[in-house]
Each structure stands twice: as C-alpha cells, then as structure tokens.
T-cell receptor, first 113, second 113 residues
Framework: QKEVEQDPGPLSVPEGAIVSLNCTYS??????FMWYRQYSRKGPELLMY????GNKEDGRFTAQVDKSSKYISLFIRDSQPSDSATYLC?????????????FGQGTTLQVKP | SQTIHQWPATLVQPVGSPLSLECTVE??????LYWYRQAAGRGLQLLFY??????ISSEVPQNLSASRPQDRQFILSSKKLLLSDSGFYLC????????????FGPGTRLLVL
C-alpha cells in the first residue's frame, strides 16, 4: 500500500464548476499537509499548506484535512481554464530534520471554457 | 527573497554518456536540498536529499549520485546514462529548521537516446 494515494484522473470540468481533489494517507503520524500545482513542463508550486486537522481558505481554494479518516481535500470554487494543471498532495510527519515529503501521484485537471 | 535555479533546462544525451545537473539556491543559508525525478504522467520520486555540505542521503539504489560541494549548490551526476534515466529532474529546498514546505526549481528535462 502506498503511503499516499491519489486518483490520477484526468478530471475534466466546465468553467465555473466546483472542483474537489482528494488524497488518502496511511500513516497517522503525518501532521503537515500540502497541495502543489504543477503546470505542464514546470516545477510544482506550493498552493496550500496546513498543519493537523481543519480547513484553510485562500481565495478560491480551500484545503481540508480530516485526520480521523486520513483524508485530505482541495476544493476549487469558480474554476477557471487557468486552473488546468496537475495537482499534487504531499504530507510529512515533521520529525527529525530531513524535511522529507511523501507525494501522491498527482491529479490532472482540465477546466474547459 | 529566495530563488532556486536549475540548469540546463533541457538536455538530450546518448546512452553511456556522463551527466551533471546543477541546482543553486539564493537568499538562504544552510537549506535542506532535494533531488526528485518525475517520469511522464507519474508522481515525484525522491532520489537524494542533503541536510548540509557533504551530507548526502540516497533514497533509492540507481545509476545516479549526488554531491553538495557548497552550502547552496546541489549536483546530480551519472558516469554512464541509461535509457531509464530519462525524465524530469526537479531540485527543491526548505529552510533548515523551518516548516516542512518545499520549494521547487524549474526542472531539467532529460532525454536519453
């Protein structure tokens, strides 16, 4: 079993739709959770960062962590064609000084105008 | 502000040739540094990480090696490339002792023929 599971998609939605992207993880010791956005042929860029359970909102993006079910989500409201990218979830337990992250496979999203 | 550079951006090499990819970070001291490989349509595979000069940890056995000759310089090398070494190579950093948020460089696309 992979430590972080993410449906690779592709996911195609019309412009303006609400998008829900999800990951599950297996290690209850994970405490830090991130979402990265990666455009084609570019490096991933940090989109959202949360610690422990709860919600975090930034503009049209909301990150949600449910540690009881080991489930993390990213919601995109009023999706735009510019949101078309691959979205990667990542997590870490934060102990030690390695800073290593465990990534999901990434979900490819296409927002059609 | 911090900036991370990678070069070259694109590289086409014959099988059996050597490889040297370079990553440098500006605007920070003593960062943790990471090398990832991303195969087409796949997630990120951590290859090496370094928590200090001369300190290299390898995550998977492979045809590659890494070195950190200076605080903000991380080099990925190979003596003889294999076809399977083709991919998108990404360098990332986090501030030493900081959060677990990694920041990525623009990547190097390597094609081995």
């Amino acid at each position: 079993q992979k430590e972080v599971e993410q449906d690779p998609g592709p996911l195609s939605v019309p412009e303006g739709a609400i998008v829900s992207l999800n990951c599950t993880y297996s290690n209850s010791a994970f405490q830090y959770f991130m979402w990265y956005r990666q455009y084609s042929r570019k490096g991933p860029e940090l989109l959202m960062y949360t610690y422990s359970s709860g919600n975090k909102e930034d503009g049209r993006f909301t990150a949600q962590v449910d540690k009881s079910s080991k489930y993390i989500s990213l919601f995109i409201r009023d999706s735009q064609p510019s949101d078309s990218a691959t979205y990667l979830c990542a997590t870490s337990h934060g102990s030690g000084n390695t800073g290593k992250l465990i990534f999901g496979q990434g979900t490819t999203l296409q927002v059609k105008p | 502000s911090q900036t991370i550079h990678q070069w070259p951006a694109t590289l086409v090499q014959p099988v059996g040739s050597p490889l040297s990819l370079e990553c440098t970070v500006e605007g920070t001291s003593n960062p943790n540094l990471y090398w990832y490989r991303q195969a087409a349509g796949r997630g990120l595979q951590l290859l090496f990480y370094s928590v200090g000069i001369g300190q290299i940890s390898s995550e998977v056995p492979q045809n590659l090696s890494a070195s950190r000759p200076q605080d903000r310089q991380f080099i990925l090398s190979s003596k003889k490339l294999l076809l399977s070494d083709s991919g998108f190579y990404l360098c990332a950093w986090i501030a030493s002792g900081g959060t677990e948020t990694q920041y990525f460089g623009p990547g190097t696309r390597l094609l081995v023929l």
